[in-house]
């Protein structure tokens, strides 16, 4: 079963069997909250992560994805939450500006 885990939420885990839903679904599943301004739309970057591991582990870039990429509003080791859909483990992190003030981060 494919494992999330959010290095800097203290290396929390989620393990799913849902594959086939993006990140944020499954990230909002688990009551962890995760900024997401337009709606779960790719209209915007609010949801942005960092992958540290297992890019590969998830699906191809989305249209809306690669519009920002190609407006360098998101980096190669970066992709929406709310557009990245899980195939296997991948270690993730909040992108600093995306941190919520109400929540203990670890770094």
């Not at 959010?6 to 688990?30: D, P, V, W």
């Not at 709310?82 to 600093?96: F, P, R, S, T, Y």
Request: glycine share 4%; aromatic share 6%; with cysteine.
């Amino acid at each position: 079963m494919p494992e999330i885990e959010i290095t800097n939420l203290y290396n929390r885990k989620i393990i799913t069997n849902s594959l086939e839903k993006t990140a944020l679904e499954i990230i909002h599943e688990n009551f962890i909250d995760w900024m997401h301004a337009c709606g779960k739309k790719g209209r915007c970057t609010s949801c942005k992560m960092i992958i540290e591991k297992g890019q590969e582990n998830l699906a191809e870039l989305t249209k809306a994805e690669e519009r920002f990429r190609n407006q360098n509003r998101l980096a190669d080791n970066e992709r929406l939450a709310c557009q990245a859909i899980l195939k296997g483990d991948i270690k993730i992190k909040v992108a600093e500006r995306n941190k919520f003030p109400h929540m203990d981060y670890s770094d």
